[in-house]
């Protein structure tokens, strides 16, 4: 049972924003940074956003990141049809004293 | 970059596991490995680090107990031990370069092992 929750599933047409949500704790997301992650059908998870907002090379810039007190939020705009996959937070657990994933969303592109 | 995993395994209820990912493109040392396991059709669990240069390591609670990080500089290949398997332990491990740090990102991932366990 993951200490972050996420809804279990968002869906968009092409072309349209989605927006998906995290919400933590103080001993997780109120006090740590978060990295988002994308993983295809059948594949590894790849990093999305790391440090609430920053890409790595070869992300587009239609994915960006915040945070607000205990919560986080991962932005698709301009959402397309490779763009359906699972999306899971991630970020450091001071009582677990360990990484904790969120329980995962899943964006289908109607 | 890359991560290279050890193929599938299939184990009986009570054996024990050993996954390896051997890494390369990148100084072995200056990066930490942690372990992340994907039970079927289920989210992402964390399972614990090892730093490489000293051979330090942290657990999650979950685990603890049944679950060995090691790594072999020579090789630059990391390994995961899991202990008496049960049949909720059938799931991908993924292996993933971890700079080491409070929520650092896990920015490489190796494409993953299945682990099966049935008797």
């Known amino acids: 049972q993951s200490v972050l929750t996420q809804p279990p599933s968002a869906s968009g047409t092409p072309g349209q924003r989605v927006t998906i949500s995290c919400s933590g704790g103080t001993s997780t997301i109120g006090s740590n940074t978060v990295n988002w992650y994308q993983q295809l059908p059948g594949t590894a998870p790849r990093l999305l956003i790391y440090g609430y907002i920053q890409r790595p090379p070869g992300v587009p810039d239609r994915f960006s990141g915040s945070k607000s007190g205990t919560s986080a939020s991962l932005a698709i705009s301009g959402l397309q049809s490779e763009d359906e996959a699972d999306y899971y937070c991630a970020t450091w657990d001071d009582s677990l004293n360990g990484h904790v994933f969120g329980t995962g969303t899943k964006v289908t592109v109607l | ?119």
């Open chain 2, 1 to 119: 970059v890359q991560l290279e995993q050890s193929g599938a395994e299939v184990k009986k209820p009570g054996a024990s596991v050993k996954v390896s990912c051997k890494a390369s493109g990148y100084t072995f040392t200056t990066y930490g490995v942690s372990w992340v396991r994907q039970a079927p059709g289920q989210g992402l669990e964390w399972m614990g680090w090892i730093n490489p240069y000293n051979g330090n390591t942290k657990y999650a609670q979950r685990v603890q107990g049944r679950v060995t990080l090691t790594t072999d500089t020579s090789t630059s290949t990391a390994y995961m031990e899991l202990r008496s398997l049960r049949s909720d332990d059938t799931a991908v491990y993924y292996c993933a370069r971890d700079e080491g740090y409070t929520s650092s990102a896990f920015d490489y991932w190796g494409q993953g092992t299945l682990v099966t366990v049935s008797s």
